[in-house]
């Protein structure tokens, strides 16, 4: 039975790959995205997993920042299964065996993380595809966690926001057992697992529902600080995980990240000085 969801698997992996070779080239955004919408759901279903959508507000007209929680590798067909949208990764993932090319042909944001000269350009980057009405999904915790808990969010990469007046909105994703309607850690994708192993882990777990939370999009004030900023949205990321699970383990108070892993503070202080 595994190695037939295996091969299921690898057959909608295919697919992906032949729609984006022959068809992308010839479709404009609004097709790409039903096409990515579809196929993501699609993946969702082969893994045994069903989207529940918890939506307390729009997403904004032009130009929004999601931030997300970060369990697995799945979260992203998870968004995408709701809302297509740009994610940000590290730039190694560009070069991975056809994962990587799927990531180019999805408009994934790839960040340079070991060059710190990059700072400004990242900040003028993500400032621009923000003012241009994209919608940008970043992981603020930097890596993932059972899903049980929530780490301090790292502020760097919510100056792009800060700057250009454009909001951010938080989401929550929570994994659970679709019979008991308990929390999973089938999904988590941690430690020194390998990427075969939290397939196979996903693959042989029972049904589950994924419950995506979409909170109100918060919009930065004249003159705050990126710190600052990221303090409301990680409350509000907090506040949906234990609407999930009471007894969830959130940062400390007044708790953000010193360095994420793109930019350390000193290269986001660089890059805020300049107007992005």
Known sequence: MLLIKKLRLGLHLSRGLLTALLLFPFLNEAAKHRRIRAWSQKLLKLCGMRLEVDQHA??????????CNH????????????QPVRFVAKAEIRHWPLVGWLCVQTR??????????????IMHYLSDCLRDGDI???FPE?????????LPFHANLLQAPVSTGKPVQPLCLFYTDASSGRHTMAPAYIGEMSLIESIDMILRAPPMTVRLSVGEPQYPQEGQHRREFALGAQKAVGDALQGFLPEAVLPQSGSVGSRDSVLSDEEGDAAQAVQV
């Not at 729009?58 to 931030?67: E, T």
């Not at 369990?71 to 709701?82: M, R």
């Not at 994934?108 to 350009?121: G, H, M, N, S, V």
């Open 71 to 82: 369990v697995s590798w799945i979260d992203i067909f998870a968004i995408n299964a709701w």
């Open 136 to 138: 940008i999904t970043v």
């Open 142 to 150: 930097g890596t993932t966690t059972d899903g049980r808990s929530l």
């Open 108 to 121: 994934t944001i790839f960040l340079q993380r070991e060059r710190r000269a990059d700072a400004r350009r």
């Open 58 to 67: 729009a997403l904004p007209d032009s130009g929004v920042m999601l931030l």
